[in-house]
C-alpha cells in the first residue's frame, strides 16, 4: 500500500478506528512493503511521520526498529522524544542508542533514561551506564541505577551516592543494595551529619521497608537518634508496626518521640494499623497520650466499642479521676457503659454540681430516661436561648443510645416545635440530623415529615431550617441504601423532596465509598418508579443526584444511564448541561453516545464533556467544532464562529486536515486586532500546542509592536514542533527589553539543541546579551553539559569586565561540578572574593558533592568563615556545622566567635553551630574549652547600658542550648554534658545536670540535691525547677518521678524539700493528684525547714 492510499482511506475514521486500521499494518511485517511504507511515511510531514511510528511500534521487526530508533533523531521535538521512548521499549542492542546518546541533546537523553527505567530495561542500564558517565557526567550516569542490575548498582553506587536524584525509586527498585549502601554511609558518618543523610537518603530507607523491615528498624535503632522517626519513613510507619510491632513501639514511645507520637495519632491509617496489631502496645500509646484529650479520643475512636472500655481504663490507669472533667470529645467516644459512670461521677464534683448548666451538658450523657426530666425541663423555659440548647442536649442524648424506640420517644416530644421560634427550632433539628443513622428506621418517617412540614410552613423559616432538614433527609436516605432498606430510603427522598423541590444539588454524601458492590443496582431498582415518574413530569431531579453520589459506580447501571439520557432532553439547560456530562461520564459508551447527543442538537458541540469526547475519541465529528460556522441550536447562536480552547493531548488524535483547520481559526482570533489583547495571547500561545506547527507560524508574532503579543509568542516559541529552530530568534531578544522572557524560554528551547552547536549559539549572548541574559546562557551551558562548557564558564569568569551578578550566577552553577578543575578554580576564588560571590559558596550540602571533594569544599567553606567581610563569615558560620567531619578546624573557629567578647554580632549562630557540631560527635572539647574561656572572663560589663554580664550571658545560653539538645538526642548529648559540666559555674552546672538528670539514676538525684547543701534557697529553687522541668516539660513520666519526690521528702534538708515541691508540683497535677501525691505535699507542708513547707503550701490540688 503506498502511502496517500492509506492516509487518504483513515482520513474520515475516528481516532480509535484509524489505530486499528494503523496497527493492522503488522500482519505485513518482515515484507519490503512495509519498509517501503515506513521510510515514505517517514519523508512526509509530521501527522504522516506520526503514522509511521505507530506502525513500526506494533510491527516491531527489523526494518520498524531501525525506523524506531532512527526517529530519535526526528527534528519534531514531539515525534523525537516518542521515537526515543518507543526505541528503549523495543529496541535489542544498545550500541545504536549508545551512538546516538554521544551527542544528543539534553531533552533526548532524559528521555531516554526515562524510558529505560519505566520499561525496566536492564540491559540498556548496563551498557548504558559507563559511556554516560564519562561523556555527560554523574547526575546523568545516576539517574541510569534503578533500572540497572544489582551487581552493577552494587558496583556503582558508592561512587554515584551524591548524584542519586530520586533515592525513593532506586530504593524501591534495589532495596538490598541501597540498604547495604545505607549501612556503608552512616557508619562513616558522625551523628551530627547523619541526621542530614537521613533527610535526603531516608526516602530510598522507606521504599526498601517492604522488602526488610527488620532491617530497616536496625538501621533506625543504631543510627537515628533525635528521637521519633526520620520524616521520610513516617509514611511507612504502618508497615513497620505490622512487621515488627514491638520494636517500632519502642522507638514511637521513647522520650523524644512524645510530640511525632502524637502527630501520627491524627492519621487514620496509623491508627487503624495499630488496632490491628493489637497486644499491649495499643495501652502503651494510650498511657503516653493520656495527657492529650483530642489524641486520645482520636484512639478510642479507632477501636471497635467493646474494646474502648478496657483501653479507657489503661490509659488512665495511675491517674486519680476522683477531680477530673473530660470534655465532650473524649465522652462521645467512650463505650455507653463507661460513659455513664464517668458522668455520673461527674456529676458529683463540686466544680460541677455547683453550675446549673455543667449538669445539664454532663446530664446529657446519662441514660435517656434518666437525662430526659432534666433536659426536657430546659426545652420549656422562658428563655429561647435555654430551650433551644435544651432541644440540642436531648437530641444528642437520644442519638447516644443508638436506639430506634429511644429515637421514637424523642421525636414525639418535639411536637411543641410548631409553635417555637426558628432559632429554636434550627437548634433542635440540627441536632437531629447528627443523630447516628444506626437508630433511624422507617417507622421514624411520618415524624420527621410533620417536622419538615411544621418547619417550612412557618413565618420565620430560613435557609438554616431547610439545611437542617436537607441532612436530616440525606441521613434518612444513605441509610436506606447502606442497609438495603426500601422503605427507608424512599422516605429519605420524599423528605428531600419536600425540602428542596426541584433543587438537584442535595450533600447525598459519596455513596460509592459506603455502599457493598452491587449495591448501587439495588438502590437504582428501588427507586425506578421514582425516576420514570420524574421523567415524565421532565423532573430529573432524582436522576442527577444519584449520579453525582455514585459517582464511577453508576456507569454500570442501566437504569439510571437511561434515565440520564432522559434527562439529556430535558426543557431546562441546566439540566442539559448536567445530564449530558453524567451520560458521556462511561468511557465504553462515550464515543456512541456523543454522536447521538449531536445528533439530537448539533449545537452541544459547545458544551465541555461533548467537546472533550469528539477532540479526544470521535474525531471524525470535528469538522461540526472547527467549521467556520458554528451549527445553530439551543447552545450556539448562528452566524458567530466559536474558536474552541484545545488540550494539546486531544490534537495528537487529529489528523493533519484537522490541525490546519483549527489553526486558521487560531491564525483567525491570532490576527483580529478587535479582540481583547489577553485572547489574542492565548490564541498566539495555542498555536504553539498545535502538533506539527512550524515556529516559522510564530514568525510575525515575535516582531510584533504589541508587548503582550510579542512576549505571549517568545513564550509560546520552544513548545513549537522544532523549538531547536527557534532558539536564534529567542536569543536575539536576550539583548532587548523582552529579555527576562525570551531567556527563560531559550532554556527549553535549548534543550532540544545537540551539545556541539550549543555553545556557537551562545557565545555572542555571553559577549553582548543582558545580565539576565549572560546569566542564563551560563547555566544553560552548564546544564545541558555544551562541549567547552566549563572552558566558555572560566573564560567569562575571568573576564575583568564582567558583572557581579554574573560572576555570582557562575560560582552557584559550577558547584555541581566540583571534578572539573575549572570549577574547583572559580570557588576557590569566590570563596576569598566579596561576600555576594563568597556567599555562593555556602549553598552546597556534602551529600551533594561526590565524597573524593568534601574536604576540599569544607576548606572552601572555612575560607569564606575566615572573610574580612563580616556579611560573608557571618552567613558561614550556620554553614560550618555540616561540614565539620571534613575540616577538624571548624569548632575551634565557632569556640573563638563564641568567646570573643569584644563581638556581639554573630555569637549566638556560632553556639548554636558549634553546640550542634559537640552534639553529632564532633567538638564537644572545643565547647567545653569555650565553656571553660567565657567562665574565666570575668564581668567585662557589670549594668552597662549597652551590655551587662556577656560571659555570664553566653554561659547560661550555652546552657540552655545543651538542655534542649538533650531533649531529642539524650545518648549522643550526654558526653557532651560531661565535658562541659566541669567547666560550667557551680550554678549552672547544677541547673544543666537537673535537667538532663535520668530518672533511672537515683544516686544522681541524691548526689544533686547533696552539692546543693549550704546554697542559696533561691538558687536552690531554681535547681528544683530545672529539676522538674527536665530537657521538655511532660517528657517524664510521673510514676517515674513520684518515688524520687518521695524520697527527697523525707530527708529533711531544705535542697531535698525544695527538690520535692518541684517534682510535687509540676508532676502531681499531671495525674489529677492521686493519694501518694497528696501525701508527699503533706509531708512536704509539715517539713522542718519552714522555707520548704512555706514553698509547700503554695502547691493547691483544688482551686476555691
Not at 550516569?141 to 551487581?151: D, M, S, W
Not at 411544621?454 to 441521613?475: E, F, I, K, P, Y
Request: hydrophobic fraction near 50%.
Amino acid at each position: 500500500m503506498h502511502a496517500d492510499d492509506l492516509i487518504a482511506e483513515i482520513e474520515p475514521l475516528p481516532y480509535r478506528a484509524r489505530v486499528r486500521r494503523l496497527t493492522a499494518l503488522r500482519a505485513s511485517r518482515g515484507t519490503p512493503e512495509l519498509a517501503a511504507l515506513l521510510a515514505e511515511l517517514g519523508a512526509r510531514g509530521h501527522y504522516e511521520r506520526s503514522a509511521a511510528l505507530l506502525i513500526a511500534a506494533a510491527s516491531r521487526d527489523e526494518a520498524s526498529l531501525a525506523h524506531l530508533v532512527a526517529a530519535t533523531g526526528d527534528p519534531d521535538a514531539v515525534l523525537a522524544l516518542r521515537a526515543t521512548r518507543l526505541a528503549v521499549r523495543y529496541a535489542t542492542a544498545p550500541e545504536p542508542l549508545a551512538e546516538r546518546l554521544m551527542d544528543a541533546p539534553q531533552a533526548i537523553r532524559a528521555a531516554t533514561y526515562r524510558a529505560v527505567r519505566r520499561h525496566r530495561r536492564a540491559d540498556l542500564a548496563d551498557a548504558l551506564i559507563g559511556p554516560v558517565l564519562e561523556r555527560w557526567g554523574a547526575d546523568e550516569a545516576a539517574a541510569l541505577l534503578p533500572a540497572c542490575t544489582p551487581e552493577r548498582v552494587a558496583e556503582r553506587l558508592g561512587p554515584l551516592s551524591h548524584a542519586v536524584p530520586n533515592a525513593h525509586t532506586l530504593g524501591r527498585a534495589h532495596a538490598e543494595a541501597f540498604l547495604d549502601h545505607a549501612e556503608r554511609g552512616l557508619a562513616e558518618l558522625t551523628p551530627g551529619a547523619r541526621s542530614t543523610w537521613w533527610h535526603w537518603d531516608g526516602p530510598g530507607v522507606a521504599a526498601a521497608v517492604r522488602h526488610d523491615p527488620g532491617r530497616v528498624l536496625g538501621l533506625l535503632e543504631e543510627y537515628w537518634h533525635a528521637g521519633g522517626l526520620p520524616y521520610a519513613l513516617q509514611p511507612r510507619i504502618g508497615a513497620l508496626l505490622e512487621a515488627e510491632p514491638e520494636r517500632t513501639l519502642r522507638l514511637l514511645l521513647a522520650d523524644g518521640a512524645r510530640t511525632m507520637l502524637t502527630t501520627l495519632v491524627h492519621r487514620r491509617s496509623f491508627r487503624d494499623r495499630l488496632v490491628r496489631v493489637g497486644g499491649d502496645g495499643i495501652a502503651a500509646v494510650a498511657r503516653a497520650l493520656r495527657e492529650d484529650e483530642y489524641a486520645l479520643a482520636l484512639l478510642l475512636s479507632a477501636v471497635p466499642p467493646s474494646r474502648r472500655g478496657a483501653l479507657f481504663d489503661a490509659a488512665m490507669d495511675g491517674v486519680d479521676l476522683a477531680a477530673r472533667e473530660f470534655g465532650d470529645g473524649l465522652m462521645n467516644v467512650l463505650p455507653r457503659a463507661v460513659r455513664v459512670r464517668e458522668a455520673r461521677r461527674m456529676l458529683g464534683l463540686r466544680a460541677v454540681a455547683e453550675h446549673p448548666q455543667r449538669v445539664r451538658a454532663v446530664s446529657a450523657y446519662l441514660p435517656f430516661e434518666e437525662a430526659r426530666p432534666v433536659l426536657e425541663e430546659l426545652t420549656r423555659r422562658p428563655d429561647a436561648d435555654e430551650r433551644a440548647a435544651g432541644y440540642a442536649l436531648l437530641a444528642a442524648c437520644a442519638g447516644r443510645e443508638r436506639d430506634p424506640a429511644v429515637l421514637s420517644a424523642l421525636l414525639e416530644s418535639l411536637g411543641r416545635l410548631r409553635n417555637e421560634q426558628e432559632p429554636v427550632r434550627v437548634a433542635a433539628l440540627r441536632a437531629l440530623a447528627e443523630v447516628p443513622g444506626a437508630a433511624l428506621e422507617a417507622g421514624h418517617a411520618p415524624a420527621a415529615e410533620r417536622l419538615a412540614e411544621d418547619a417550612l410552613n412557618a413565618r420565620d423559616c430560613s435557609n438554616a431550617t431547610r439545611l437542617a432538614l436537607v441532612q436530616l433527609g440525606s441521613a434518612f436516605f444513605r441509610q436506606g441504601a447502606m442497609r438495603d432498606d426500601g422503605a427507608l430510603t424512599v422516605a429519605g427522598i420524599g423528605l428531600l423532596r419536600r425540602v428542596i423541590g426541584s433543587a438537584s444539588h442535595v450533600p447525598l454524601g459519596r455513596l460509592d465509598l459506603v455502599l457493598r458492590r452491587g449495591q448501587e443496582h439495588w438502590l437504582v431498582e428501588r427507586l425506578a418508579p421514582l425516576l420514570d415518574d420524574g421523567a415524565r413530569r421532565d423532573d430529573h431531579v432524582l436522576a442527577l443526584m444519584l449520579a453525582r453520589a455514585l459517582g464511577r459506580r453508576a456507569h454500570g447501571v442501566p437504569a439510571l444511564q437511561d434515565a440520564l439520557e432522559k434527562a439529556a432532553g430535558a426543557r431546562d439547560d441546566g439540566v442539559i448541561r448536567e445530564a449530558v456530562a453524567y451520560w458521556l461520564a462511561p468511557p465504553a459508551t462515550r464515543g456512541d453516545r456523543v454522536e447521538r447527543v449531536v445528533a439530537a442538537d448539533p449545537s452541544t458541540v459547545g458544551l465541555p464533556p461533548v467537546l472533550a469526547a469528539i477532540a479526544a475519541e470521535r474525531t471524525d465529528l470535528l469538522h461540526l467544532v472547527l467549521a467556520e460556522s458554528t451549527p445553530e441550536g439551543r447552545f450556539r447562536r448562528g452566524g458567530v464562529t466559536y474558536v474552541p480552547w484545545m488540550e494539546p493531548r486531544w490534537m495528537r488524535a487529529w489528523t493533519a486536515r484537522q490541525h490546519a483547520a483549527y489553526l486558521r481559526l487560531l491564525d483567525r482570533v491570532a490576527g483580529d486586532e478587535r479582540l481583547p489583547d489577553a485572547d489574542r495571547a492565548r490564541a498566539v500561545a495555542a498555536i504553539a500546542e498545535v502538533p506539527g506547527v512550524d515556529a516559522g507560524r510564530l514568525r510575525p508574532y515575535l516582531e510584533s509592536a504589541d508587548a503582550r503579543l510579542r512576549r505571549a509568542a517568545l513564550t509560546a516559541a520552544p513548545w513549537t514542533a522544532r523549538p531547536q529552530d527557534v532558539l536564534p530568534d529567542l536569543l536575539a531578544h536576550a539583548s532587548s527589553d523582552d529579555a527576562h522572557v525570551a531567556v527563560y524560554a531559550a532554556a527549553r528551547a535549548a534543550r532540544f539543541v545537540r551539545p556541539s552547536a550549543l555553545a556557537d549559539l551562545l557565545r555572542p549572548v555571553l559577549a553582548g546579551g543582558k545580565i539576565t541574559a549572560r546569566k542564563e546562557a551560563l547555566r544553560i551551558l552548564l546544564r545541558t553539559r555544551a562541549a567547552e562548557a566549563m572552558d566558555i564558564v572560566g573564560a567569562a569568569w575571568d573576564d575583568p569586565g564582567q558583572h557581579r551578578d554574573v560572576r555570582a550566577a557562575i560560582a552557584s552553577a559550577v558547584r555541581a561540578h566540583m571534578a572539573d578543575p575549572v570549577a574547583r578554580r572559580i570557588l576557590a576564588e569566590a570563596a576569598g572574593g566579596p561576600r555576594d560571590l563568597a556567599r555562593q559558596v555556602l549553598g552546597a550540602w556534602p551529600h551533594e558533592i561526590e565524597d573524593a571533594f568534601r574536604a576540599d569544599y569544607a576548606a572552601l567553606v572555612v575560607r569564606v568563615a575566615r572573610s574580612p567581610d563580616p556579611e560573608a563569615s557571618d552567613a558561614a558560620l550556620s554553614a560550618l556545622g555540616r561540614w565539620a567531619q571534613w575540616a577538624p578546624e571548624i569548632p575551634a573557629r565557632l569556640a573563638a566567635v563564641l568567646t570573643d567578647l569584644g563581638e556581639t554580632r554573630s555569637w549566638r549562630t556560632a553556639l548554636f553551630t558549634l553546640a550542634g557540631c559537640a552534639v553529632g560527635g564532633t567538638g564537644a572539647g572545643a565547647l567545653a574549652d569555650a565553656a571553660a574561656a567565657l567562665a574565666e572572663a570575668g564581668d567585662v560589663a557589670d549594668a552597662e547600658p549597652e551590655r551587662d554580664l556577656p560571659a555570664a550571658q553566653r554561659l547560661a545560653a550555652l546552657a540552655d542550648v545543651l538542655r534542649r539538645s538533650a531533649a531529642n538526642r539524650r545518648d549522643s548529648a550526654e558526653p557532651v554534658l560531661r565535658a562541659v559540666a566541669e567547666k560550667l559555674p557551680a550554678q549552672l552546672a547544677r541547673e544543666l545536670a537537673a535537667a538532663t538528670v535520668r530518672w533511672d539514676d537515683d544516686p544522681a538525684v541524691d548526689a544533686l540535691a547533696d552539692a546543693c547543701a549550704g546554697a542559696p534557697v533561691l538558687a536552690v529553687r531554681r535547681v528544683a525547677e530545672a529539676l522538674a522541668d527536665g530537657p521538655h516539660p511532660g517528657f517524664a513520666d510521673p510514676d517515674e518521678v513520684r518515688p524520687h519526690a518521695e524520697r527527697l521528702a523525707g530527708r529533711g534538708d531544705t535542697a531535698g524539700g525544695l527538690f520535692a515541691c518541684a517534682l510535687a508540683g509540676g508532676h502531681g497535677p499531671r495525674v489529677g493528684w492521686p493519694a501518694e501525691w497528696r501525701d508527699v505535699l503533706r509531708t512536704l507542708r509539715a517539713h522542718p525547714d519552714p522555707d520548704v513547707a512555706f514553698t509547700a503550701r503554695g502547691i493547691l490540688v483544688s482551686k476555691e
